[in-house]
């Protein structure tokens, strides 16, 4: 079955051709409709939800046999199951029925407290379980009671953020939707948000700022300002720099993300590298402003400009790495430079192709240029292809994301493109960033699916 705008097609599986189909029938008692949702129950019976706030009964001739008014506004998700007959729609109200040999009784109806229509139902033991528009999940037992968030997701724009807190097993996100999240690893559960920008943040003045507009494609409905793609955390200052996409990274409390510490305007335009020193005494950020800037951290918290690395790289910057003993820095760009710099004497480190080579010289291994990296690539394809990289603190493995919504997963390191790796799918989307973590000897993988809005988790296991 398939549903358009004015009717529902009916396939018969047993069609090789997929070319013959029937159109449900209204007859002369109903009146057409457009539909978003349908299902068929246990007994091949069809249910649409439609824009007059009605589910629609087909039968099993195709044909419309009884509309059950069920919303005050259009129908965006319908389910059956188990002889109850469920429903939400734009009123934001879910509708229980009694589905029995085609006599239905309506039950209630339940509110919801989250304010977005869902888009997706499903019903099972007397659980309701609901899909929002706006990545929430909940469920709520079918008399009503017992409301639970299961989990949420970012829903608008893209989502491009990514950072591991390896102490407390969590990791942060931030998205095109203005929120921010962290959520446990071993939990699979959000633990905290936070918005990348509101009144209260600014202290309840509009958002100011001297970039004119922003260079960052996003189809997101939020303005700029309320946008970001670049996330890190530190632990000794228990802060967290998020970047909007005009590149003004906001310098959050961790422990109460809506209490804003500082933000830090020198970038031009957005950004996705944002790193801690190892001893986080700095912070980097890349900009797509084809600059890098560092900033000091005094003891009290309080940030100021260190280092501008400008009309040095000639694109945007797409990764960094700091040496374990924060004195060493190295960017990669879209123009396929690897650029090391000394940090403590704030030059350019020209020989730091040769001279700092040691892959145990490197707190992490995210550049996706090198010799430890350079099979990622395969051949005949450009650099574009592969997004983000990362090694395992034991440097036993490498994971790279690409644009394809693959995960590939090899031994460390990756000398030939000729070398065997594990392929992981799951995103339908290009994958901008992918990390480790390492807990008790296990390995995780945390990837994000740009455009798919989706964070996925991969757990690492052995052979028997």
Request: net charge negative; charged share 20%; proline share 1%.
């Amino acid at each position: 079955m398939a549903v358009t705008s004015r009717s529902l097609q009916f396939w018969n599986p047993a069609d090789a051709s997929k070319k013959l189909f029937k159109n449900g029938t209204f007859g002369s008692k109903f009146s057409q409709t457009k539909f978003s949702s349908a299902v068929f129950d246990e007994h091949g019976i069809c249910y649409s939800g439609g824009a007059n706030g009605g589910i629609h009964v087909w039968d099993q001739k195709q044909e419309l046999g009884l509309v059950l008014k069920a919303h005050a506004g259009e129908v965006t998700a319908v389910a059956c199951n188990q002889g109850m007959l469920v429903s939400t729609g734009k009123d934001d109200m879910v509708s229980v029925f009694s589905s029995d040999q085609g006599e239905y009784q309506f039950v209630r109806q339940i509110a919801l407290d989250t304010f977005h229509f869902a888009s997706s139902l499903d019903v099972l033991d007397g659980k309701i379980l609901i899909g929002h528009d706006n990545g929430r999940i909940q469920v709520v037992n079918a008399d009503g009671t017992d409301k639970q968030l299961v989990n949420v997701s970012h829903h608008d724009g893209e989502a491009w953020g990514l950072a591991v807190n390896h102490d407390k097993g969590t990791f942060l996100t931030c998205g095109d939707d203005n929120m921010i999240y962290e959520y446990s690893i071993h939990d699979k559960t959000m633990v905290k948000q936070g918005k990348v920008w509101s009144l209260d943040l600014m202290g309840g003045k509009p958002y100011e700022t001297q970039k004119i507009k922003s260079t960052a494609s996003t189809l997101s409905s939020y303005p700029t300002q309320q946008q970001a793609r670049g996330i890190t955390f530190s632990k000794k200052h228990n802060h967290v720099a998020v970047s909007n996409n005009y590149g003004d990274v906001h310098i959050l409390d961790y422990n109460d993300l809506s209490k804003r510490i500082t933000t830090l305007y020198k970038q031009r335009e957005w950004c996705e590298a944002l790193v801690y020193s190892p001893n986080e005494e700095y912070l980097a950020v890349g900009s797509h402003d084809d600059s890098v800037y560092i900033y000091k951290i005094s003891e009290s918290g309080e940030y100021t400009m260190h280092y501008a690395i400008t009309y040095v790289h000639s694109s945007a910057i797409v990764g960094m790495d700091w040496t374990k003993d924060s004195r060493y820095l190295r960017a990669v760009d879209q123009a396929y430079s690897k650029l090391f710099y000394d940090v403590e004497a704030c030059q350019q480190v020209t020989e730091g192709a040769s001279s700092l080579v040691d892959h145990m010289l490197w707190e992490t291994s995210t550049c996706k240029l090198g010799w430890d990296v350079n099979g990622v690539f395969l051949q005949g394809a450009d650099g574009t292809d592969i997004n983000s990289v990362d090694a395992s603190n034991d440097r036993r493995l490498l994971v790279a994301g690409d644009d394809f919504g693959t995960i590939c997963v090899y031994n460390y390191p990756v000398l030939k493109n000729t070398q065997q790796c594990i392929r992981l799918t799951g995103h339908s989307e290009h994958i901008p960033r992918v990390r480790f973590y390492e807990h008790e000897g296990e390995h995780y993988i945390i990837s994000c699916g740009g455009n798919d809005r989706t964070y996925i988790q991969w757990k690492e296991t052995k052979k028997e």
